[in-house]
């Protein structure tokens, strides 16, 4: 059974740094894995995805890496901003037969930019 | 942009009410999904249907049931609402398909079972 972890589970930073969201997953058979954030009390925004045949997707500040044979992937977040304070969580979509492009999610990374 | 909308931000019902929560989307996606989300334990998956009047359960139906009568509407149903129900329901939807297909999420509904 595919299990998706992410560490840290709380992580403050001060405005303006870099910063490293890790996210782990047991079953490297998936078709692709996508970050999402979560403001308090709202749904989940996507982020980026990125497809098994790639190796990084990038948007504005963000950058996505996958690295799908260790089980890994990290969200790098350059010069962190107060606005970028929520969760973040991925997600991995195995692979498996039948329909529904079901996702597996970690249990998120709460992230605080301090002024 | 793919729109994913909830019908009501916040509930509040009487434990053995009959609830429905009501999800739609714009962009005729086969797949529709329901999530309750809790502290501590992540987004769990309820039901998910992948066509018109399709369902399967997900990993915790009990108490719950669906109905997916149009493809751009998915609604769950609390048969008999519990105060254990009370939680943050995710409503998304994605296209069929495998490496490129993105899940898109509404905005949620914080449920209340007093």
């Known amino acids: ?115 | 942009d793919v729109k994913v909308t909830q019908s009501s931000r916040y509930l509040v019902k009487r434990t053995g009410e009959k609830v429905f929560l009501e999800c739609v989307q714009d962009m005729d996606h086969e797949n529709m999904f329901w999530y309750r989300q809790d502290p501590g334990l992540g987004l769990r998956l309820i039901y998910f249907s992948y066509d018109v009047k399709m369902k399967e359960k997900g990993d915790i139906p009990e108490g719950y049931s669906v109905s997916r009568e149009k493809k751009e509407r998915f609604s769950l149903i609390l048969e008999s609402a519990s105060t254990n129900q009370t939680s943050m329901y995710l409503c998304a939807s994605s296209l069929e398909g495998q490496a490129d297909t993105e899940a898109f999420f509404g905005q949620g509904t914080r449920l209340t079972v007093v």
């Open chain 1, 1 to 115: 059974k595919q299990e998706v972890t992410q560490i840290p589970a709380a992580l403050s930073v001060p405005e303006g740094e870099n910063l490293v969201l890790n996210c782990s997953f047991t079953d490297s058979a998936i078709y692709n894995l996508q970050w999402f954030r979560q403001d308090p009390g709202k749904g989940l925004t996507s982020l980026l995805l990125i497809q098994s045949s790639q190796r990084e997707q990038t948007s504005g500040r963000l950058n996505a890496s996958l690295d799908k044979s260790s089980g890994r992937s990290t969200l790098y977040i350059a010069a962190s901003q107060p606005g970028d304070s929520a969760t973040y969580l991925c997600a991995v979509r195995p692979v498996f037969t039948g329909g529904g492009n079901k996702l597996t999610f970690g249990t998120g990374t709460q992230l605080k930019v301090e002024l």
